[in-house]
């Protein structure tokens, strides 16, 4: 299984919603990313769990909370958005640090 | 931090030439980079990478090539067909979990 995995494939929310969106990934890799893609530009760089442990946190607002439950999870948690959030969202996975990155199919979110 | 400038930001060429499309990055630690290819609507999905100990990659109708002394390096696809059509990124990392992207080239291959 080369794939990584994420729900919802859309999501339209509220600026007083609270959502979540959810990655999985079960090619045993210990690095996940969130990034964060607007139209016409590459990936932005949100977060970095590695081997479950937050490692790098791109000083991303605090309306943005993401989670590693387990080795194979990641969710980010998305409260009090603004429109200018609206983007797709995508997790990646990877062996370790300099290596392949395997995205997931993203998440397209609208803030309205 | 790493800096990665990419030139072209549109290509456009005809059915069976050949696309060159060119990266620079900033930070000498930088040993590893990849390139990804994005398709409408798709996930970003590697196609090639090369490490700082290597000049040249190749795979079928891509090629890579890397200048450490000028940071430079630059994606070849020889032979370009329609389903070549997409957003290429090149990017560039340290050896940690940080890859930072180019803007992007967008890529037309006219039938």
């Known amino acids: 299984d080369t794939e990584v995995t994420q729900t919802p494939k859309h999501l339209v929310m509220g600026m007083t919603n609270k959502k979540s969106l959810k990655c999985e990934q079960h090619?045993?890799?210990?690095?996940m990313y969130w990034y964060k893609q607007k139209a016409k530009k590459p990936p932005e760089l949100m977060f970095v769990?590695?081997?479950?442990?937050?490692?790098i946190n791109e000083s991303v607002p605090s309306r943005f909370s993401p989670e590693c439950p387990n080795s194979s999870l990641l969710n980010l948690h998305l409260h009090a958005l603004q429109p200018e959030d609206s983007a797709l969202y995508l997790c990646?996975?990877?062996?370790?640090?300099?290596?392949?990155?395997?995205f997931g199919q993203g998440t397209r979110l609208t803030v309205v | 931090g790493e800096n990665v400038e990419q030139h072209p930001s549109t290509l456009s060429v005809q059915e069976g030439d050949s696309a060159v499309i060119k990266c620079t990055y900033s930070?000498?630690?930088?040993?590893?980079f990849p390139w990804y290819k994005q398709e409408l609507g798709k996930r970003p999905q590697l196609i090639i990478d090369i490490r700082s100990n290597v000049g040249e990659k190749k795979d079928q109708r891509i090629a890579v090539t890397l200048n450490k002394t000028a940071k430079h390096f630059s994606l070849h696809i020889t032979e370009t067909q329609p389903e070549d059509s997409a957003v290429y990124f090149c990017a560039a990392n340290t050896g940690g979990f940080k890859t930072i992207f180019g803007a992007g080239t967008r890529l037309f291959v006219k039938a």
């Open positions: 769990y590695s081997y479950e442990k937050l490692s």
């Open positions: 930070d000498s630690a930088s040993n590893y």
């Open positions: 990646a996975s990877s062996l370790g640090g300099a290596g392949e990155a395997f």
């Open positions: 090619m045993g890799h210990r690095a």
